[in-house]
């Protein structure tokens, strides 16, 4: 086997261990020939490189003019030395001078092999960044490889790359250990000097958005959509889904027979509870049963447009409405977009009580 063939052998054997496409790796190799053979020979725009894996050509020259006299030897050359390339080359020629590769020396070498090496790693973090943007906004399956002691942020593995979950974004006092396997979101995707930087999280509201498309096969195929999703992670998710088919009961699908739908993706989320409701375009509908499990005697929005609205509630089910520490009113308001006022039916709350 030629050099040039076993060159060539490499670069398809280098195309397929590292999955890196082959045109990019010859414009790599072919700037740091060009590199290489300017530092050793000197020039400027005066280097062409040639490599054709179809044909196996691989050809390094340098195209000199034919001088009297040698100012600058990287781009010029005496009538005397180009004759040897071209028998008819005289004065103001350009002539083209061939260039074995074993000619460009050890420097041209190491300088051929850095900046292959490092158009190798750029197109490593090319491949990452699509791989990774391949999945943005999306739910995939981590490895957990290690986890800070200090910080309790996670490194996961996430098909043949690394990402860190922070403490902030995992859910409630879960404990992440080595080698187990965890579901998270990936929030976003940007490409950073350093590479692909991703972020991901297990406290999302997109993440419960996703498992439900896993889970509900009549979200996944559009019969059911899921219209806004409000969460507090660890503690409890409000779900708002819409049936566009009149037969199909969107709340009882997500539901399952016997709750096994949901009841999988409440032990996904470590005992998160879960309230879905019937999402409607009529804003006091969708307030009312953005406040489950409580019970709503009425809504009033206000009249200018503005959206804010008063909710009337039995006495008994005040605490209810509002939640533990208010959680539950907090996140019916997120849901809807909404302000609510929660009030009781027997007006204990007052204008001026409340100013009170």
């Known amino acids: ?44 725009d005066n280097v062409m490189v040639k490599l054709d894996p179809a044909t196996g050509e691989f050809a390094v020259s340098m195209f000199m003019r034919v001088v009297d006299e040698v100012v600058n030897p990287g781009e ?66 981590a490895l957990v490889s290690r986890v800070d002691p200090r910080t309790g942020a996670a490194t996961v593995e996430i098909g043949k790359s690394e990402a860190v979950l922070p403490k902030t974004e995992q859910v409630g006092d879960e404990e992440l250990r080595e080698g187990m396997r965890v579901k998270v979101y990936v929030v976003d995707v940007k490409d950073t000097e350093k590479g692909p930087r991703v972020l991901i999280s297990r406290t ?37 889904v819409l049936a566009h088919d009149e037969n199909v009961d969107a709340v009882g699908a997500c539901i399952g027979a016997k709750g096994a739908r949901v009841a999988e993706i409440v032990e996904e989320l ?5 309230d879905i409701i019937e999402y409607s375009e009529d804003p006091e509908k969708f307030i009312a049963a953005a406040l489950a499990p409580a019970k709503v005697v009425g809504v009033e929005v206000d009249p200018d447009g503005a959206k804010v609205c008063r909710v009337t509630v039995p006495d008994a089910q005040l605490s209810l409405a509002i939640g533990n520490k208010g959680q539950n009113a907090r996140l019916a308001a997120r849901l809807t977009g909404w302000k609510i006022d929660i009030r009781p039916e027997s007006g204990f709350y007052g204008e001026d009580d409340a100013e009170n």
């Open 204 to 240: 999302h509201p997109g993440l419960v958005k996703r498992l439900f498309e896993m889970q509900v096969p009549e979200i996944f195929d559009g019969t059911v959509e899921i219209k806004a999703v409000s969460r507090e992670a660890g503690s409890r998710t409000k779900m708002a």
């Open 76 to 141: 010029e050359i005496l009538p005397e030395q180009a004759v040897k390339y071209r028998k008819s080359a005289v004065v103001g020629d350009t002539v083209e001078v061939k260039l074995e590769t074993r000619q460009f020396g050890r420097i041209a070498a190491q300088t051929a092999k850095h900046v292959i090496r490092q158009g190798i790693r750029e197109a490593e973090r090319g491949q990452k960044f699509i791989e990774f943007q391949r999945h943005n906004q999306e739910l995939v399956t």
């Open 270 to 274: 470590g005992g998160e509870k879960i």
């Open 1 to 44: 086997m030629s050099s040039n063939a076993e060159f060539f052998e490499a670069l398809r054997l280098l195309e397929k261990e590292k999955g890196i496409d082959g045109a990019y790796l010859l414009e790599k190799i072919q700037a740091a020939i060009v590199l290489a053979v300017k530092k050793d020979y000197g020039g400027e």
